[in-house]
């Protein structure tokens, strides 16, 4: 692959660190972003050659705008985009307060809209076409009790990506999106450790992902590989879901 400049959200952990770490090992620039700006900065100081670490609350349309001013002024504008930034605590729908409600929502698909809208346009404008990625989740395809408002946020990203897809088709920028099912990183560990092992059994391949595993398929739609794939939705989840 000629090397390319990839903005990872998320990057100081989990998934997102996995996959900023597997775009630098193939010589890619990646712009590690994250809201904890001292674990981003750990995540670059990995492979300090190819990662700069980049402090963002991605849910602040602010913050991201000021985040696309630094990273244009340091490199110009990614060719790769891809939002693994989420959060979520498992809880009764009835227990959710309106604060939590908003919050899981100003995360999970704002974040991706701001991200989308502050950095498509330069994107657009430069003709080189680029890949949009984003991580949902299966909780967004099929639901998951416990993650309502979480999977209808991720449901959200999912028909944001299929609709970016289209739009963004005339600059051939490609959008498509990787949905994790239970993945062994903090924030899967912060759940309930019942539920945790409940879901480990429910899984036919009796596993937890690796952060490495998901960051397979990221790497894929950025790749040649994937030239002619938008608007797609790709689960990763050892066969939890198998929905259609
Ligand atoms: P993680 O908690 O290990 O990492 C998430 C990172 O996002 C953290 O470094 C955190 O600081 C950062 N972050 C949170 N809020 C942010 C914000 N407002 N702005 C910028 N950064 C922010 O989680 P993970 O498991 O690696 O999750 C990565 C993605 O995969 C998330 O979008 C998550 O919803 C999704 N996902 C994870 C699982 C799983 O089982 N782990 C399952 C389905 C989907």
Redesign the pocket.
Known sequence: MTQRTVLV??????????TALAFAAQGHMVLA????GD??EETAATDPEHITAFT?????RAQVEALRDAVTEKVGSPDVLV??????RTDKFLNASPEFAEKVV???YM?PVHLASVFLPAMTESGNGGRLIY?????GRVGSSGETI?AGA?GGVIALTKSLAREMARYGITCNCV??????????R?QDEKLQEALIRAIPLRR??T?EE?AAPVLFFASEDASFITGQVISVSGGLTMAG
């Not at 963002?56 to 602040?60: L, M, P």
């Not at 991580?135 to 909780?139: G, M, N, V, Y």
């Open positions: 959200t998320g990057a100081a952990s989990g998934i997102g660190r996995a972003v994250d809201l904890n674990a981003a963002c609350d991605v849910s602040d939002n693994a930034a989420g959060w979520d100003a995360i999970n974040g991580l949902a989740s299966d909780a979480y991720k949905c994790p099912g239970p993945t062994d990183t903090p924030l899967f912060a937890l992902a952060p998901v």
